[in-house]
């Protein structure tokens, strides 16, 4: 039996996977998740969320579960008792966990729910040193519902101390200082990159302009998902410039470069504390974000563009596993992460999941994962994924535009993606469905599904998709339920119990024993009675 390892889970929110410059965008800069593979990590190329927004992505993720099976497929529904999730379990199975108060995962009504999935919970302080943006451009009308804030300003000592940099800053304090000699469990939670698109320097002026990949424009985009254009309808966008875009995309990958400067802060600590090579570090986000592509920001709900469905994934394995380091162009989904963290702690799932372990994959490139990768979001008629029946009554908001696009229930349909590495098929459960031939079509800008050609494609593609459903649609808990009472057990026995030994059968049924133990225990008291005589 290995050593168990110290688990770090570090999840930036809404990072896309082709903000790291190993997965060749020149205009990238993260030395350090770059460093980390060279020899010690495997960063999947192709790795993929199972829902385009936060708390469905953490609640699947966490539980190894799809967003149907337990439905978990809204902003409102989190995890409820029962419902454990990797932290718990950890906990459980002899963990010191700690996270930070970027919840998001279980359901906070519930007095002591969330603090049980923990041992220590970090909670921020009202940061003193938080910037204010140098110019504020919301306040222009082609600004308005971009997110859009550009730099920061710097306090006084020539910092911007965000929320961020302080959950960093206490986890390190931690592997520093640990409280007793458990192994560690960490999730840092994060808030960046996600909106406004807000840095400071060095990181705002750090990313050159003139090395930004292509951006994906919408006048080259044909019959894709009509929500796309409810959105851009609403945000009014149409007067930003090409470079207005740009601040926006330059601005959201310095964010990912601060991101990446935290992360090699907690990796130096963990080597100052002498633990790093007993640790197993998994890096990943919950979901992408359009940021600028297609002409959008952020994020919808039910759509699947690469851009908000495939993400940063890296794992280190502790010392004493096979690394195969560098890039790995597997199909992989988050949920593996879930079974991949589980195997390396030795600890047992307590439910059914739907996560693989990927630690051979990370011993070798060569061995497959996944065939097809999925992915799900909307909503049905009368749900509420986040408030779209109380659509924000004041449009200064910059989510307005996202809310009353999404309060159009047949535009805000359920739709599943189904992924593999030459076509993208979207299932939709109003609108039309989509076809993306992903070796043509990259950027997912001609939606095929109507192409003769393409028939046996779609065809296999929505086999397989059914399948997956008849797979995944529920889980049987692992505990069994008994299906008489102890009162029915005893009105169905009782005439094979002598007088004298009906304390001691009621004492029996009463601890709980199965129909069939109670009768074996009857017929035992039986023949030691037979034998007496």
């Not at 688990?7 to 990238?28: C, G, K, L, V, Y």
């Not at 020539?158 to 961020?164: A, I, M, R, V």
């Not at 940099?165 to 960490?186: G, H, Q, S, T, Y």
């Not at 796309?228 to 959201?252: F, H, P, Q, V």
Request: hydrophobic share 35%; net charge negative; with cysteine.
């Amino acid at each position: 039996m290995k050593k168990r390892p110290n688990i770090i889970i570090f999840n930036p929110d809404e990072m896309r996977w082709d903000t790291m410059s190993h997965m060749q965008n020149p205009a990238a800069i993260t030395p350090n998740l770059d460093a980390i593979i060279e020899n010690d990590a495997v960063s999947f190329s192709h790795a993929f969320c199972q829902n385009p927004v936060c708390v469905p992505s953490r609640c699947s993720f966490m539980t190894g579960l799809y967003p149907h099976t337990r439905g978990h497929r809204t902003m409102s529904y989190l995890l409820h008792p029962g419902e454990d999730s990797i932290l718990k379990e950890l906990k459980e199975g002899g963990y010191y966990v700690w996270m930070n108060d970027r919840n998001d995962l279980t359901a906070g009504q519930i007095d002591g729910w969330t603090e049980s999935h923990a041992n220590e919970i970090f909670y921020n302080s009202r940061i003193a040193r938080r910037g204010e943006p140098l110019n504020n451009y919301h306040l222009d009308s082609k600004y308005k519902y971009s997110h859009y804030e550009g730099e920061l300003k710097l306090d006084s000592d020539g910092l911007q101390y965000n929320s961020d940099d302080e959950v960093v800053d206490a986890c390190i304090e931690r592997i520093l200082n640990p409280k007793d000699d458990k192994p560690l469990c960490m999730f840092l939670g994060l808030f960046y990159p996600h909106v406004p698109y807000q840095v400071e320097n060095p990181y705002f002026s750090a990313i050159d302009r003139n090395k930004l990949l292509k951006r994906i424009k919408p006048e080259d985009c044909k019959n894709k998902a009509p929500i796309l254009d409810k959105i851009r309808s609403y945000c009014a966008m149409d007067g930003l410039s090409e470079d207005e875009w740009n601040e926006i995309r330059a601005t959201y990958l310095g964010m990912c470069m601060k991101i990446d400067n935290q992360f090699g802060r907690l990796v130096n600590a963990l080597k100052n504390a002498g633990i790093y090579d007993d640790t197993a570090i998994f890096f990943f986000s919950d979901h992408g974000d359009f940021a600028g592509d297609y002409s959008l920001v952020e994020k919808c709900q039910n759509s699947f563009e690469d851009c908000l469905t495939r993400v940063p994934f890296l794992i280190k394995p502790p010392k004493g596993y096979e690394i195969d380091p560098g890039v790995n162009d597997n199909l992989v989904e988050l949920i593996d992460f879930y079974a991949t963290a589980m195997d390396m702690a030795q600890v047992k799932p307590n439910h059914t999941h739907f996560g693989r372990s990927l630690v051979k994959n990370i011993a070798c490139k060569n061995e497959k994962a996944r065939e097809y990768v999925f992915c799900e979001g909307g909503r049905e008629a009368g749900e509420v994924h986040c408030d779209e029946y109380h659509a924000d009554p004041n449009p200064n908001s910059a989510y307005w535009p996202k809310k009353m696009a999404q309060s159009f229930d047949d535009l805000h349909d359920k739709g599943i993606m189904i992924r593999d590495y030459n076509f993208k098929y979207i299932s939709r459960s109003k609108t039309k469905d989509e076809l993306y031939d992903l070796s043509k079509d990259p950027h997912e800008t001609v939606n095929v599904i109507d192409k003769e050609e393409y028939k046996d494609v779609i065809i296999k593609m929505q086999y397989e998709l059914m399948k997956w459903l008849q797979r995944t649609a529920d889980i049987v808990p692992f505990e069994y339920d008994a299906r008489f009472t102890k009162t029915m057990i005893w009105s169905k026995l009782q005439g094979m119990v002598r007088p004298a030994d009906e304390d001691k059968v009621k004492s029996f049924i009463n601890t709980g024993a199965s129909f069939g133990a109670c009768i074996n225990y009857i017929l035992s008291l039986n023949k030691e009675k037979k034998n007496e005589n």
